[in-house]
């Protein structure tokens, strides 16, 4: 009984026919002879039964045998020499029984595989060679992809004499199409045909990205058995995926009896990595390649891919060159009109432009801009509301629309296809294209593709390969890759669009904001100037009273003297203190340097004399405090704001301390000034930076701006301040500088 994985024909059907494991398929071509051998001795292991054909003894006795008893010495080192790495299948030229034998190595999973053929006699060994070079001349001159398949087709077939030679080409979905074809006059024209994607599966399709070149030598050959089925040496089924030999799929087989197929050539055109299509030969009865030949083969098909790479590169570089132009000049038309809508439908160029199209559309926050020939307002609400965005992802790119979304039949004549793109919520571009009907001619009924055989119990081809016409309705044509660039590419140009119209509408507000700041800087300074005459004044009537007068005044009147002349100090003070405000606002030249802190500090406390000022406080105060870079007079101003604060808050408490010191918070090394005073209120902690703003009623001395010229410091220092406090329990300020942070021209 034959393993799980090798019976697999009845487990195929029409949805999983990529599952049919032909890898594993256990069987040979008869063309040549599979010799399995443990590549540690290359002791024979496994061996096709055909063994004899080439080998002189039957498989019996080979599989006894060491491989090296079938070469001479010379031969046995060359083959030793050339396995050497994984995967890679090397030819090799030997005799084996006077004959000439081309061996083809490689190593699958822990077996070594070798592909024994026979090589045919070349009467001009360079005739392959002239050839070649020959059609690469071809190529070269050929200005299309129709013409160069042409060349490719008919030089194929003069060289290896198949009956029919064609350009198999894959669409997007696998299904594929017959693009050009060289035959013998007898037969009938399969240009143009058609083929469902399940007539060359997937796994099969993959195979060819790693063999490159397939023959199917004589469809009407019996496959030879490996023997044993089963690897020794891994106990599994062998991976023959590789082997030139590998025997073809029973389903396949049938599928080319149908077709009147008696062999065939399959070489790969693969472009950028993908498998592009075939180039496909058939022969009315059996044919073989030998290895050179199908070398041949392999290089012409490698030829033509580059050349199609070449012209496919070249064909997208100038289309996209020529929509990078008209993108440029709708960015141009944007940022003229300052407005997307403007920029991309009421100028020069429109937007419609840049895809080809029949019409567009933009919607941008409720309002829909159409252009040329589109679907009514209506309609696109419904579909963007009801469809588009429930769609995953934001580009959508459908050329059958009312396929997914069947309102939309009733609006083909201008949109059987869409390409639309999310450039940011609520706004969205949109490309319509009209249906174009399609006669799409298959070779054979693609809704018959396959029929379950009673006989075989097993999946069948279609037995008809019938030219069979179907008229594709509702469909536009295709979207491509570079459509859905160009696309991205718009959407990249317009969302910087936006982020600029953005910067500059919070750039315009943030002058006006500054100008307005300003001004009251301004105003205020003005201000604090023109109180200081008439205080002066006031103070000058003041000493003239007490002096002149002053007898005559009585204990409540000095009172009272007294107490006006206080008020004209503490003006004086809330002058001086709106002036440093005022001026700190102004200056923006700073005049960075190093700084020592510890120097700075001290000298802070030797102007406000503090050991006679506030003898009940203790003050703690960290050594080593490290310098800093910024403007020395400002530094020296934050400090004395801070400390004095902490002198004057914490005075009233039974034991003031006052602490001055550096730790980290917010991963950062910050200062701090500590002082167990009277606290600040929760309410308070952010407005005792604003100007005016006084936490602690008439109890204290203070015009209510130290703060706020404390913050503007920092601030111009590129750091932060922030203060922890509760209330009776004494005030902690904390503050960082970041000289880093500042704008040059503020340095
Ligand atoms: C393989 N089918 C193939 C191959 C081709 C086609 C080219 C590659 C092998 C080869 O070189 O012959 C199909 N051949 C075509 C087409 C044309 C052509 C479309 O000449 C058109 C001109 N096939 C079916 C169904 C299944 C199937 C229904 O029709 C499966 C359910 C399977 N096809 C199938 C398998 C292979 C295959 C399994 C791989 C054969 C192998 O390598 O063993």
Not at 16 to 26: F, R, V
Not at 231 to 253: M, N, Q, Y
Not at 381 to 394: M, T
Not at 511 to 516: D, H, I, Q, S, V
Request: net charge negative.
């Amino acid at each position: 009984m034959a393993p799980e994985s090798l019976r697999y024909p009845n487990r195929i059907n029409l949805d999983n026919c990529a599952t049919e494991p032909i890898h594993h398929i256990g069987r040979t071509q008869e063309y040549g002879v599979i010799v399995v051998c443990d590549p540690k001795d290359f002791r024979v292991v496994q061996v096709g039964k055909n063994a004899e054909k080439i080998l002189g003894v039957k498989y019996e006795e080979v599989l006894k045998k060491n491989f090296s008893e079938f070469l001479n010495a010379k031969d046995f080192e060359k083959l030793k020499a050339s396995v050497h790495s994984e995967e890679i299948s090397e030819a090799l030229e030997v005799g084996i029984r006077e004959k000439r034998i081309n061996i083809s190595a490689h190593l699958s999973e822990d077996s070594l595989i070798l592909d024994l053929e026979p090589i045919n006699v070349v009467e001009d060994p360079f005739a392959f060679q002239r050839q070649l070079a020959n059609i690469l001349n071809k190529f070269q001159a050929a200005d299309s992809v129709e013409k160069l398949s042409e060349i490719a087709v008919s030089f194929t077939k003069e060289m290896f004499g198949y009956d029919r030679v064609m350009i198999y080409r894959f669409d997007e979905q696998w299904n594929g199409e017959v693009i050009a074809e060289a035959r013998e006059e007898e037969l009938e024209s399969w240009l143009g045909l058609h083929y469902p994607a399940t007539d060359i599966p997937e796994q099969s399709r993959n195979l060819f990205l790693k063999h490159r070149v397939r023959i199917i030598a004589n469809v009407a050959y019996q496959p030879v058995p490996i023997i044993p089925e089963i690897s020794p040496l891994t106990g599994e089924p062998l991976d023959i995926s590789r082997s030139a030999l590998r025997a073809v799929s029973p389903i396949h087989i049938e599928y080319l009896e149908n077709m009147e197929v008696g062999a065939s050539l399959s070489a790969a055109i693969i472009v950028k990595g993908k498998l592009w299509g075939l180039i496909a030969c058939h022969h009315r009865t059996a044919k073989y390649l030998d290895f050179y030949q199908r070398e041949s083969c392999r290089f012409l098909a490698q030829m033509f891919s580059t050349e199609l790479t070449l012209r496919e590169t070249s064909e997208t570089l100038s289309r996209s060159e020529l929509s990078d132009n008209i993108r440029r000049q709708l960015v141009k038309q944007m940022s003229y009109h300052k407005d997307i809508v403007e920029g991309l439908c009421h100028d020069t160029v429109k937007f419609t432009d840049l895809i080809s199209c029949g019409g567009g559309a933009l919607y941008i926050k409720g309002h829909w801009e159409l252009h040329g020939n589109t679907p009514s307002r209506e309609q696109l609400q419904s579909l963007l509301f009801n469809f588009i965005k429930q769609q995953p992802g934001s580009l959508i790119m459908e050329r059958h629309l009312s396929n997914l979304y069947p309102e939309a039949a009733s609006y083909k004549d201008t949109a059987s296809g869409v390409l639309s793109l999310k450039i940011a919520e609520n706004k969205y571009f949109f490309w319509f294209r009209p249906e174009e009907v399609q006669v799409v001619n298959w070779g054979g009924n693609p809704e018959e593709k396959a029929f379950y055989n009673e006989k075989e119990q097993r999946l069948s081809p279609r037995k008809s390969f019938e030219k069979w016409s179907q008229e594709l309705t509702g469909v536009s044509e295709p979207w491509n890759i570079l459509d859905r660039n160009i696309a991205r590419a718009l959407r990249e140009n317009v969302s910087h669009f936006l982020l600029a119209r953005q910067r500059e509408e919070i750039e315009a507000l943030n002058a006006k904001l500054t100008e307005a700041n300003q001004e009251l800087e301004l105003f205020s300074y003005g201000l604090s100037h023109d109180l200081r005459a008439p205080i002066r004044g006031m103070e000058g009537f003041l000493t003239i009273l007490e002096e002149d007068h002053g007898e005559n005044l009585d204990a409540e009147g000095k009172k009272l003297l007294n107490m006006a002349r206080g008020l004209t100090e503490k003006m004086n003070l809330l002058i001086d203190n709106i002036l440093e405000y005022s001026r700190l606002s102004h200056i923006h030249g700073l005049d960075f340097q190093k700084v020592n802190t510890s120097e700075l500090i001290r000298e802070v406390l030797e102007l406000f004399n503090v050991k006679t000022s506030y003898p009940k406080t203790t003050l703690n105060i960290q050594n080593d405090l490290p310098e800093v870079r910024g403007d020395r007079r400002m530094l020296f101003q934050l400090w004395a704001n801070l400390i004095s604060n902490a002198y004057k808050y914490s005075a009233e408490s039974d034991a003031p301390v006052v602490e001055v010191g550096i730790t980290e918070r917010k991963g950062k090394n910050v200062f701090f000034v500590k002082d167990n005073g009277i606290g600040i209120k929760p309410e308070y902690k952010e407005k005792i930076f604003d100007t005016f703003t006084r936490a602690v009623g008439s109890r204290f001395k203070g015009s209510g701006i130290g703060l706020a010229i404390v913050k503007k410091i920092v601030e111009k220092h590129g750091g932060e301040v922030w203060v922890e406090s509760e209330p009776e329990m004494g005030s902690e300020f904390y503050f960082y500088l970041d000289p880093l942070n500042v704008k040059e021209r503020d340095q």
